[in-house]
């Protein structure tokens, strides 16, 4: 069965119409740094990221429709395959570049500088980008009808949605505005505190604590997630919180415990709950999220050896002759020549620490996980995709191998990062550039183009990420309660271990355990194990979001049309709000690096007591809450 002569997109092969602009290019390179830097925000301080494919699409029909006055479906597509790219990328880098940063936080090696940061990142983008080109007849032309790719569909829906008319993209711009004025509420005049808490001392002789956030991003966080996931993380916190450390404050409160240098007791009474996290759950939590990641991997070998073996096949099988507009891909010429310059310049670069050894460990693994990944996303999605088992996967094969040649001490650790930072980009966008050519094949589009519209991206992008790991460094702190860093930490922490094996292996040992018994449970062990890692008062937050997509997915409404809208709405207002949150966290950032923050600052003006701060705090996320439920259920029925 020919799927190209079965298939007819949107826009026939035989139509032209205006795709790759100047507007489409300009837009997309905005929005890439846009939805880049604020899920590098986000993903800093959830240990996760959100797909910017669909709002990118939304705001880039938005402006084309009533700014510029024209209407091209293909135009559109092209902004949010630039777009995606940045979230993507930021993903990546996130996940393991901050380690660097903390490791010159403990004075054993120099900060990563802007051009390291971009070259590493550009690499890795670039290698998933041409890793992809030469699978795409494979996996999205021959297998149409078969990988069902749920998030490129979904945003192919969404563009031709626009096309009929609808108000989305003002419920992402609504979104987006309103989230900003919440953050710098909060957080740039500290009117209302962040958080509604107990007290850090705990309630009488319980020695826990319990609270919420009450930011925009991380509720909009659990509402695209949904009420199973949020529910995962939030049991994750109140283990953490509710149970572990009131144990150890309750048994320990004598004994000085690695990594801790004072009796429990002590640190306890000084910083109280948030004291003994710090020092003690988040290496529970790190355990719990390597043992996560490495049975994600395991259970996903079986698929990862097929789609791999099925890649492979069908890659064999070429890439045809067909010179219709909509299978013209970059040639394959081009993509050995980039792939060879690629791995050539990764192994000589000064600013790529790799040596030629890592040099080709980056090809082989490259090559393996961006197959694994562009047909993975294809059958599971995005979402589901195991990134981060297959960066610690690799992250762990390359510390042994640096170790094991002698490359050991701050050269090697640096190595092993560089290396697990390449790979992780190159997963990352390898799947998205799936998912992009995915929604383009639906539409009609030119793969030519679109690859191109991935390479544009990755180039901003790269550009663009080391000033937004310099900024939130310089304004924060990686590690800090503001930015925790958890997927980074992990892998810093997985670096040591194998390289120096200065870890209190006791409490790995302990959440390796906790996860192994979820896993046996049947609990998907990777958000109850970032559950267990992060704050408890996040967790809670993402919770409540949870439970409002619930609400509405349990609602009744008149027909199954009136409910997809409502849902599509919600995940389009809740993409906005993380999007405008991280964004003024970036000019936030911006304030407190040239020291206008404390000026603007009222919370000390203002000196609320904890009850009243409670308070207040929880009248401002009622209004957020219920907003939410306004830009949800509102808006033409045809939207």
Not at 231 to 251: A, E, H, K, Q, R
Not at 418 to 440: F, M, N, P, W
Not at 570 to 586: D, K, T
């Amino acid at each position: 069965m020919d799927n190209k002569e079965q298939f007819k997109p949107f826009i026939p092969a035989e139509k032209i119409v205006p795709e790759m602009t100047v507007f489409s290019i300009i837009m997309g390179a905005v929005l890439a740094v846009i939805f880049g830097a604020a899920n590098a925000y986000l993903g800093l301080r959830v240990g996760m990221t959100v797909s910017a494919s669909i709002p990118a699409a939304v705001i880039s029909m938005g402006v084309i429709r009533v700014i510029l006055h024209r209407d091209s479906i293909l135009e559109n597509n092209f902004v949010q395959t630039v777009g995606s790219a940045g979230e993507s990328l930021a993903a990546g880098a996130i996940f393991t570049l901050p380690a660097m940063f903390l490791w010159a936080k403990d004075g054993l090696m120099e900060k990563p500088n802007l051009v390291e940061i971009m070259i590493i990142c550009l690499i890795g983008g670039l290698l998933g980008v041409f890793f992809m080109v030469p699978l795409r007849n494979a996996l999205i032309v021959k297998e149409h009808g078969t990988l069902p790719y749920p998030e490129g569909q979904a945003c192919a829906e969404v563009l031709l949605a626009g096309e009929e008319g609808g108000d989305s993209a003002s419920v992402v711009f609504a979104g987006l505005g309103i989230s900003a004025a919440f953050k710098f509420v909060i957080d740039g005049l500290g009117l209302v505190p962040s958080e509604i808490n107990t007290p850090s001392t705990g309630l009488g002789s319980f020695k826990g604590q319990m609270g919420t956030q009450i930011y925009p991003a991380v509720f909009s966080v659990g509402y695209i997630c949904g009420p199973k996931i949020s529910s995962y993380m939030f049991c994750g916190g109140v283990i953490s919180w509710m149970m572990l450390i009131p144990l150890i404050v309750m048994f320990g409160s004598d004994a000085v415990l690695y990594p801790g240098t004072a009796p429990i007791g002590e640190m306890f009474a000084q910083g109280g709950v948030s004291a003994i996290w710090g020092s003690y759950i988040r290496y529970i939590g790190a355990g719990a999220l390597a043992t996560g990641g490495i049975i994600s991997l395991i259970k996903s070998l079986p698929m990862i050896v097929t789609t791999f073996r099925d890649s492979m096949k069908a890659l064999a099988g070429g890439q045809g002759g067909s010179e219709l507009r909509t299978d013209r891909n970059i040639s394959m010429k081009a993509v050995v020549i980039c792939l060879a310059v690629l791995i050539v310049l990764t192994g000589v670069l000064p600013q790529v620490p790799v040596g030629i050894g890592g040099a080709a460990l980056i090809a082989i693994f490259g090559f393996f996980f961006a197959a694994v990944s562009s047909r993975m996303v294809g059958i599971v999605g995005s979402s589901n995709n195991p990134v981060s088992g297959m960066a610690i996967a690799t992250l762990l094969f390359s510390t042994i191998i640096l170790k094991a040649t002698g490359a050991e001490g701050a050269a090697g650790m640096k190595a092993a990062i560089a290396i697990g930072t390449v790979i992780c980009i190159v997963a990352a966008i390898a799947g998205d550039t799936s998912q992009d050519l995915k929604t383009g094949y639906l539409v009609g589009a030119t793969p030519i183009k679109q690859q191109y519209g991935e390479i544009i991206g990755t180039i901003v992008s790269a550009i663009a990420i080391g000033g937004v790991l310099y900024l939130l460094d310089a304004a924060w702190g990686f590690g800090s309660e503001q930015l925790g860093a958890p997927q980074a930490t992990l892998m810093k922490m997985i670096v040591e271990g194998v390289m120096g094996g200065k870890l209190p292996w006791s409490l790995v040992i302990v959440g390796v355990v906790l996860a192994c018994v979820v896993e046996i449970l049947g609990i998907p062990v990777l958000p109850f194990a970032i559950g267990v890692y992060l704050p408890v008062q996040l967790n809670a937050c993402i919770m409540i979001g949870g439970l409002v997509r619930l609400y509405f997915d349990r609602k009744k409404y008149a027909s199954e049309q009136e409910q997809t809208r409502v849902t599509n709405r919600g995940v389009l207002y809740c993409s906005g709000m993380i999007a405008g949150e991280g964004l003024v966290g970036i000019v936030l950032a911006i304030l407190a690096v040239i020291g206008v923050s404390d000026k603007i600052n009222m919370a000390g003006v203002l000196n609320l007591s904890a009850g009243a701060g409670n308070i207040a705090s929880a009248v401002v996320f009622a209004v957020m809450i219920l907003l939410v439920f306004k830009f949800t259920l509102g808006g033409r029925k045809n939207a």
